[in-house]
């Protein structure tokens, strides 16, 4: 267990216990939590941030299978010497996977277009895309290309990131798991780290929406025809 937990340090004993047990062992989760405690593997608590309440909007569809929605974001970060670099993370609503995180100092309405017909040739486009109202998004390229593909655009309130609370919560994990754990020397080995990050979240992250399944694990199982991923080739970021 201290070693599942040492390699994968921001799981709590949840997704430890998953892990643990996936080896074979058998320790019921109280039993679990208590060795957790007992090795002192707790995860640090985090200081509580004072929140406005705020009214969620709800979502003008319910996804039912893989390439119902899929949600974008971009989320900023830095090299060691300061500079600056951009991410784009794309996931499927339906089955938690990360579809692409395209890593670039700058990046625009056509690499959000690249990446999107990326990911359409290997699994098909989607019926919606939840974005916000930044620039890229609301531009006419993709407005062209979700025209092409007959797929709807559900833009957030400008100020409600909640609105898009599916890559809201994906990018915490990404930052928490990922960026935040990272000194990236050079774009490219940042790149080589996140594409690494990404294929590990969904091939044996625990997703607690999923029944403690990873989100590959999760579309495999899913009827064919209804849209599941294909193996995935590697990727070559901007």
Same mark, same amino acid.
């Given at each position: 267990?201290?070693?599942?937990?040492?390699?994968?340090?921001?799981?709590?004993?949840?997704?430890?216990?998953?892990?643990?047990?996936?080896?074979?062992?058998?320790?019921?989760?109280?039993?679990?939590?208590?060795?957790?405690?007992?090795?002192?593997?707790?995860? !640090? %608590?985090?200081?509580?941030?004072?929140?406005?309440?705020?009214?969620?909007? #709800?979502?003008?569809? #319910?996804?039912?299978?893989?390439?119902?929605?899929?949600?974008?974001?971009?989320?900023?970060?830095?090299?060691?010497?300061? %500079?600056?670099?951009?991410?784009?993370?794309?996931?499927?609503?339906?089955?938690?996977?990360?579809?692409?995180?395209?890593?670039?100092?700058?990046?625009?309405?056509?690499? #959000?277009?690249?990446?999107? $017909?990326?990911?359409?040739?290997?699994?098909?486009?989607? !019926?919606?895309?939840? #974005?916000?109202?930044?620039?890229?998004? %609301?531009?006419?390229?993709?407005?062209?290309?979700?025209?092409?593909?007959?797929?709807?655009?559900?833009? +957030?309130?400008?100020?409600?990131?909640?609105?898009?609370?599916?890559?809201?919560?994906?990018?915490?994990?990404?930052?928490?798991?990922?960026?935040?754990?990272?000194?990236?020397?050079?774009?490219?080995?940042?790149?080589?780290?996140?594409?690494?990050?990404?294929?590990?979240? $969904?091939?044996?992250?625990?997703? +607690?929406?999923?029944?403690?399944?990873?989100?590959?694990?999760?579309?495999?199982?899913?009827?064919? +025809?209804?849209? %599941?991923?294909?193996?995935?080739?590697?990727?070559?970021?901007?």
């Amino acid at each position: 267990m201290r070693e599942i937990a040492h390699t994968r340090v921001r799981y709590g004993y949840r997704r430890v216990h998953v892990l643990f047990r996936r080896e074979g062992w058998q320790l019921g989760r109280n039993q679990a939590y208590r060795l957790y405690c007992e090795e002192q593997l707790q995860l !640090r %608590s985090k200081l509580p941030k004072r929140r406005k309440m705020v009214v969620t909007r #709800v979502a003008k569809i #319910v996804p039912i299978k893989p390439n119902d929605a899929w949600s974008m974001d971009f989320v900023a970060d830095q090299l060691a010497d300061g %500079s600056k670099f951009r991410t784009l993370t794309i996931v499927d609503v339906f089955t938690k996977e990360a579809l692409a995180i395209e890593v670039g100092q700058r990046l625009n309405g056509e690499h #959000v277009v690249s990446a999107l $017909n990326r990911i359409a040739a290997r699994r098909g486009a989607p !019926r919606h895309l939840f #974005v916000d109202n930044g620039s890229e998004f %609301s531009g006419r390229l993709l407005d062209m290309w979700a025209y092409h593909y007959r797929a709807k655009i559900d833009f +957030s309130r400008p100020g409600k990131p909640t609105d898009n609370c599916h890559i809201e919560t994906f990018n915490g994990s990404f930052r928490d798991e990922c960026l935040n754990l990272h000194w990236f020397e050079t774009l490219g080995e940042a790149k080589a780290i996140v594409e690494a990050w990404r294929r590990d979240y $969904n091939e044996s992250r625990p997703h +607690s929406a999923l029944k403690e399944l990873a989100p590959a694990e999760f579309a495999r199982q899913l009827v064919p +025809s209804s849209g %599941s991923t294909e193996p995935e080739t590697p990727q070559k970021s901007l």
